[in-house]
């Protein structure tokens, strides 16, 4: 599933929008906002985005307010969508290159929009998703960003400040960010929350051990523990 974010404050606007994408596939699940404030609610929530359309006049007539452009900002400083597709829906030509230069955009769609239009940009997001084979996140360290592949992390702990990611060959501490956003950011169901600090990687798991509350990871002598707050709910898992 592909969530969508749009920002488009004329309602007939983003209910055309938010119906050409959910008639191109069901496996988009929209989201719309009206104005910035609402925009920045949708983005702090716990959903991960794979496309953001983002109007950048929020202020109709008023071409002085760029909200969307100053939105879009927000998303880039977001390093979980440092590479996420940005398109800006605008009806003022000359935004388009302050807005490719700054933000990095996917593409932009000048207003009045036809509906091609926007089923190629969902077309283009979508197969890009289904054909990721190698997924990956990315994660921020000493003001650089870097991406680390999901199939490469044991296991993940979370550490003071920050989380540790246990990967194949070495640890990497990554600051600022807690288990919970990372968890997020990865293949739904890849990883498996077996303790408030410890999340594992699925196939990087050896044996579960319920009675003595313990996951052995492969290949390497680390023993995660088990909370008991979490163990039936891990008995469910693996032998569901």
């Not at 991960?48 to 400083?77: P, Q, S």
């Not at 408030?196 to 680390?222: G, P």
């Amino acid at each position: 599933m592909t969530h969508v974010m749009i920002l488009e404050d004329d309602r007939a606007s983003m209910e055309a929008l938010a119906k050409i994408l959910m008639e191109y596939s069901g496996d988009v699940c929209v989201h719309t906002a009206s104005s910035y404030d609402e925009a920045k609610a949708l983005l702090n929530a716990d959903i991960r985005y794979g496309l953001f359309l983002l109007d950048v006049n929020l202020g109709g007539e008023n071409r002085e307010d760029i909200g969307g452009i100053l939105f879009a900002r927000e998303v880039r400083e977001q390093f979980r969508y440092t590479f996420t597709p940005v398109v800006m829906i605008t009806a003022v030509g000359e935004m388009e290159m302050q807005a490719y230069r700054e933000l990095h955009c996917y593409q932009y769609i000048m207003k009045p929009f036809l509906p091609e239009q926007v089923r190629e940009v969902a077309k283009k997001v979508l197969a890009k998703e289904r054909q990721e084979e190698e997924p990956f996140i990315v994660v921020k360290r000493e003001g650089v960003n870097y991406q680390v592949r999901c199939a490469d992390i044991r296991y993940i702990e979370a550490i003071h400040r920050g989380v540790c990611l246990h990967l194949k060959e070495e640890d990497w501490d990554v600051p600022y960010v807690t288990l919970k956003q990372i968890l997020l950011k990865v293949p739904e169901g890849m990883f498996l929350k077996c303790h408030r600090m410890f999340a594992v990687n699925r196939h990087e798991v050896e044996y579960y051990d319920t009675v003595n509350r313990i996951v052995k990871i492969k290949d390497c002598k680390d023993v995660i523990e088990i909370g008991v707050t979490y163990k039936s709910e891990v008995g469910r898992l693996i032998s569901g």
